[in-house]
């Protein structure tokens, strides 16, 4: 019919994205140049526990998370998706991988990509172009703080300057340092210590003397954090998703993990229960990361790998038009 406007669709997309302390499904479709959310998931599932320790998967943590890949699959097949799925830290590092591995590749019907810590980088880094590219025309470090590694990306004048993946998360440092409820001042200094360690020895530059530029957050430690300075009783990405969590805030948030008991914690608003034993470690690294940038406060994004592995997917899809 004249007049009528045809809008190019391409199949729907299931990411997948098993990290050392969370599973994460987001299915959509690219409709013309827009997104189409059809359905978002996060399960705390715990795969790398123990990660600090011998590394190995633990049966349970393997059994549990298979189970929410089960739904996962499940709803990628009523959406009529194609599956895209990769895991990240605990899965570069177990010995048994393989235990999760093939059983997770028969409940998908596809494989599921283990990641260099430079890839994961890469995803996370093309969700927040996507998100912010006016933010990574200037000088910008792109942060994933996940449950066993960092990646962090620097980019100068525009363009990618330097790129590294650091073994520590907030399961991690947790797991090898914490061991009192509330953690000592002694335990909080060993983790700061272990994270000042890292970033000297993997040389990540600053932005230089007199340039300023910005911090960009993703993943479940700093929207969380965003989310407890925020008071969210009920977790709401649209609020998230590029809310500014100033140095002070983050420092506040800080003060008070510190200070409470892991039961305590559990009740704090904006925060998920099941978080409660590993946020102090990943709010360190994230102050830790601000004051090694000497930035007034971090950019959230509620969108990392996952949306990354979404768009490069979805691109090699072939569209229709509808």
């Given at each position: 019919?004249?007049?009528?406007?045809?809008?190019?669709?391409?199949?729907?997309?299931?990411?997948?994205?098993?990290?050392?302390?969370?599973?994460?499904?987001?299915?959509?479709?690219?409709?013309?140049?827009?997104?189409?959310?059809?359905?978002?998931?996060?399960?705390?599932?715990?795969?790398?526990?123990?990660?600090?320790?011998?590394?190995?998967?633990?049966?349970?943590?393997?059994a549990r998370t298979l189970e929410v890949l089960r739904q996962y699959a499940e709803a990628a097949r009523a959406h009529g998706a194609v599956v895209a799925a990769v895991g990240t830290e605990a899965l570069r590092r177990a010995p048994n991988a393989q235990d999760f591995l093939g059983p997770a590749a028969a409940l998908l019907g596809a494989p599921l990509e283990v990641v260099s810590g430079q890839r994961?980088?890469?995803?996370?880094?093309?969700?927040?172009?996507?998100?912010?590219?006016?933010?990574?025309?200037?000088?910008?470090?792109?942060?994933?703080?996940?449950?066993?590694?960092?990646?962090?990306?620097?980019?100068?004048?525009?363009?990618?300057?330097?790129?590294?993946?650091?073994?520590?998360?907030?399961?991690?440092?947790?797991?090898?340092?914490?061991?009192?409820?509330?953690?000592?001042?002694?335990?909080?200094?060993?983790?700061?210590?272990?994270?000042?360690?890292?970033?000297?020895s993997a040389a990540v530059p600053r932005f230089g003397a007199g340039a300023s530029g910005t911090l960009i957050g993703v993943a479940g430690t700093v929207t969380t954090l965003a989310a407890m300075a925020e008071n969210?009783?009920?977790?709401?990405?649209?609020?998230?998703?590029?809310?500014?969590?100033?140095?002070?805030?983050?420092?506040?948030?800080?003060?008070?993990?510190?200070?409470?008991?892991?039961?305590?914690?559990?009740?704090?608003?904006?925060?998920?229960?099941?978080?409660?034993?590993?946020?102090?470690?990943?709010?360190?690294?994230?102050?830790?990361?601000?004051?090694?940038?000497?930035?007034?406060?971090?950019?959230?994004?509620?969108?990392?790998?996952?949306?990354?592995?979404?768009?490069?997917?979805?691109?090699?899809?072939?569209?229709?038009?509808?």
């Amino acid at each position: 019919m004249a007049g009528v406007v045809k809008t190019e669709a391409r199949p729907p997309v299931a990411a997948i994205d098993v990290g050392t302390n969370t599973t994460l499904l987001l299915i959509a479709r690219r409709v013309g140049a827009d997104v189409q959310v059809l359905e978002e998931r996060a399960e705390i599932t715990r795969l790398g526990r123990g990660i600090g320790q011998d590394g190995q998967l633990a049966p349970e943590a393997v059994a549990r998370t298979l189970e929410v890949l089960r739904q996962y699959a499940e709803a990628a097949r009523a959406h009529g998706a194609v599956v895209a799925a990769v895991g990240t830290e605990a899965l570069r590092r177990a010995p048994n991988a393989q235990d999760f591995l093939g059983p997770a590749a028969a409940l998908l019907g596809a494989p599921l990509e283990v990641v260099s810590g430079q890839r994961e980088a890469a995803l996370t880094f093309r969700a927040v172009e996507a998100s912010f590219p006016d933010l990574l025309a200037g000088n910008a470090a792109v942060i994933d703080i996940g449950g066993g590694s960092t990646e962090i990306v620097v980019v100068r004048d525009g363009k990618v300057d330097f790129e590294v993946s650091l073994p520590m998360g907030s399961v991690r440092l947790t797991e090898r340092y914490v061991q009192h409820d509330p953690p000592t001042s002694d335990e909080q200094r060993a983790i700061e210590r272990d994270v000042a360690e890292k970033l000297a020895s993997a040389a990540v530059p600053r932005f230089g003397a007199g340039a300023s530029g910005t911090l960009i957050g993703v993943a479940g430690t700093v929207t969380t954090l965003a989310a407890m300075a925020e008071n969210l009783a009920t977790y709401d990405p649209a609020r998230v998703h590029g809310y500014e969590l100033s140095a002070s805030a983050l420092n506040e948030q800080l003060a008070r993990l510190g200070a409470a008991t892991e039961a305590e914690r559990k009740s704090f608003a904006g925060l998920d229960p099941r978080r409660a034993d590993v946020i102090f470690a990943g709010a360190l690294i994230l102050r830790c990361l601000v004051e090694h940038f000497e930035v007034a406060h971090v950019k959230v994004s509620d969108r990392g790998i996952r949306w990354g592995l979404f768009y490069e997917r979805a691109s090699q899809l072939p569209a229709s038009r509808g």
